[in-house]
C-alpha cells in the first residue's frame, strides 16, 4: 500500500492526462533516466503520442512550480539536476498505456514488479474518480429534490396563510351583528 501511495504521488495531470515522468520512472525502475530514454527512443513505435510525449517549457515550468507547493521526491532530483546546470531536455511524460510499455523495453524482474504497482494504482485512481463522479452524481440529485420540496413547503405555506385568512374572515361572520327578527 505504501507503494502506491509513493507512486500516486509522482501522478501528474498534464494535457488532461494522468501521467508519469521519466525521471519518477527512472526511479521507480531502479535506472537511470538516461538509460531509460535511450530505451525508449530505440523503440520508438512502441510510443505514439498518445503513449508518451514532451513536455512543453510551459509545460516543465508550471509542473516545477507545484511541485515547490507539495512534497515530492522528485523536488530533490530536480533540484539536483538545477545545481549541476540545469536540464539539457525537457522531460518525457508516459500515460498509463506508455509506463505499461515501458516493462516490455526494460525487460528486467524490477520493471516487471514495478509495472504491476504502477497498473494497479492507474486503476485504483479510476476507481477514486469514479467513486467522487457517482457521489456528485447523487449530490446533483440530492439537490433537485431538495429543490422540489421547496416548492412543495411554499404551496403549503401559501395554502396555510389562505387557510387562516379564511379562519378570519369567518370569525368576522360569526360576530356579526344580527339584523331581523330577535327571539
Known amino acids: 500500500m505504501e507503494i502506491i501511495q509513493s507512486i500516486q504521488n509522482r501522478i501528474y495531470e498534464i494535457r488532461g492526462e494522468r501521467v508519469m515522468l521519466d525521471r519518477d520512472l527512472a526511479f521507480l525502475y531502479e535506472v537511470e533516466t538516461k ?3 535511450l530505451s525508449v527512443k530505440r523503440h520508438m513505435k512502441r510510443f505514439p503520442a498518445d503513449f508518451m510525449f514532451q513536455l512543453t517549457k510551459d509545460e516543465y515550468e508550471i ?3 507545484e511541485l515547490q507547493h507539495r512534497e515530492n521526491p522528485l523536488r530533490f532530483q530536480i533540484e539536483t539536476s538545477k545545481k549541476k546546470g540545469g536540464n539539457r531536455y525537457l522531460p518525457y511524460a508516459f500515460t498509463e498505456q506508455g509506463a505499461a510499455m515501458l516493462s516490455d523495453i526494460l525487460n528486467s524482474d524490477k520493471a516487471i514488479s514495478m509495472n504491476i504497482a504502477i497498473m494497479r494504482t492507474f486503476v485504483a ?3 477514486a ?3 467522487h463522479v457517482d457521489l456528485k452524481e447523487q449530490l446533483k440529485e440530492i439537490k433537485k429534490r431538495l429543490g422540489e420540496h421547496d416548492a412543495q413547503l411554499n404551496q403549503l405555506y ?3 396563510e389562505n387557510l387562516l385568512d379564511g379562519k378570519s374572515a ?3 361572520w360569526e360576530h356579526r351583528q344580527r339584523i ?4
Open 125 to 127: 485512481i479510476k476507481k
Open 35 to 37: 538509460s531509460l530514454n
Open 158 to 160: 401559501d395554502a396555510l
Open 170 to 172: 369567518q370569525r368576522k
Open 180 to 183: 331581523g327578527f330577535n327571539k
Open 63 to 65: 509542473l516545477l512550480s
Open 129 to 131: 474518480v469514479l467513486h
